[in-house]
């Protein structure tokens, strides 16, 4: 997926994108105002491999976990991302439950959670590798 633009969408799951068995690479796409009950703009689901580049992640909203992505037994990497005005219970930015995940220049801002208000990490056994954020 590359230059897209997704505004105001909503879903059970994933507000804009379900992923269930597709390694998927996004790159210079804008995620806004987009709600789910997990995973407010992205729900990827298990064994799949998710990496997100140069894109935003814009007041999106999970009623539970994941308030822009939430991510079940993966791998993920996130390069030169923007996550502004999250929000969700748990995790605003990301909600990780068994998956390796892997961050390097990325902007949070103003996001909101009650539990993990950037990540929620869920399983002890997971690789985090985090790089020059600010």
């Known amino acids: 997926m590359n230059n897209s633009y997704f505004y105001n ?3 059970n799951y994933g507000g804009v994108i379900y992923n269930n068995g597709k390694y998927t690479t996004i790159v210079k796409s804008n995620f806004i ?3 789910a009950e997990k995973g407010g ?3 990827n689901n298990h064994r799949n491999d998710l990496n997100i580049y140069e894109s935003q ?3 999106n909203i999970a009623d539970i976990h994941g ?3 939430y991510i079940l037994d993966g791998v993920m990497l996130i390069n030169n991302i923007k996550f ?3 929000r969700a219970i748990d995790g ?3 909600f990780n439950n068994l998956s390796d995940l892997t961050f390097s220049n990325n902007l949070f801002k103003d996001n909101v959670a009650e539990e993990g208000v950037l990540f929620h990490i869920n399983m002890v056994e997971t690789l ?3 790089y020059s954020m600010e």
């Open 9 to 11: 969408n909503s879903a």
């Open 92 to 94: 605003s930015a990301i």
């Open 57 to 59: 992640f814009i007041e």
């Open 33 to 35: 105002n987009s709600t």
């Open 128 to 130: 985090v590798e985090i």
């Open 67 to 69: 308030g822009t992505i």
């Open 41 to 43: 703009a992205i729900f």
């Open 84 to 86: 502004i005005g999250n």
